[in-house]
Structures are given as C-alpha cells and as structure tokens.
C-alpha cells in the first residue's frame, strides 16, 4: 500500500457554483457601499434589458446611465458576459420572490400546496 493520499476529482457544491464576489479571491472584503453600488449598476441593466434586449447592455451605456466611469462599472463585474449573467441572476431571483413566494407569506399556505391538498 502506498502511503500517499487517493486524490479524487471535487464535485461542484451549491456553494463553488456561486461566483466570488471580486475581489474576495485576493482577500479584499466587498464594503457594503460597494454592494450598495453594483445592486444599483443591476437595477439600470435591467431596465435597459427590459427595454433594448439583454445583448444591448454594455459596460459603456451603463456607465452613462448610472454615471459612473467605465472602469467604476467593470470593476464590479470584470467582463460584459458577468454583466449578463448578473442581472440574470437577478431577474431570476426578483421573478422567484414576486411569483412564488408571496403567495405562501400572504395565505399561510402555498396556493399550489393547498390545491393539492383539496384535489387529491
């Protein structure tokens, strides 16, 4: 028996699925005003989203909607593709909160559960 260790390959986890926020790999700690900057760098993406399609969003338009510099906005996503994948991810989460969620807070009940429940 050999007496080095088995190396076996790593299985993604939930959490090594979901990215770093920049700066956290070199040991820099993300300020809640930097948080506060890129939500408001998302909001304006997904309004110009909505409106222009998510291949219109770029780091140039949104550092004129936000009136920010270019630099200032790719500093927080470090690529146009993180940009996208951003307010994906973002849309995604506000859609979740708005069409699942409420319902459950506001009945006590999940409409889907209750339906279940009284069907079958």
């Keep these: 028996?050999?007496?080095?260790?088995?190396?076996?390959?790593?299985?993604?986890?939930?959490?090594?699925?979901?990215?770093?926020?920049?700066?956290?790999?070199?040991?820099?700690?993300?300020?809640?005003?930097?948080?506060?900057?890129?939500?408001?760098?998302?909001?304006?993406?997904?309004?110009?989203?909505?409106?222009?399609?998510?291949?219109?969003l770029s780091i140039g338009g949104l550092a004129e909607v936000t009136q920010m510099s270019k630099s200032g906005v790719f500093a927080h996503f470090g690529s146009r593709e993180e940009l996208q994948i951003s307010v994906i991810r973002e849309y995604h989460q506000r859609f979740e909160q708005e069409v699942f969620y409420p319902p459950c807070r506001s009945h006590g009940v999940c409409r889907a559960?209750?339906?279940?429940?009284t069907t079958g």
Excluded: Y
């Design 1 to 56: 028996m050999s007496s080095t260790p088995h190396i076996f390959p790593t299985v993604p986890t939930s959490s090594s699925l979901v990215p770093k926020q920049r700066g956290a790999s070199t040991g820099h700690r993300v300020s809640a005003k930097g948080l506060q900057t890129k939500a408001h760098i998302i909001d304006a993406a997904l309004q110009l989203a909505m409106h222009n399609g998510l291949e219109s």
């Design 113 to 117: 559960c209750a339906h279940c429940l």
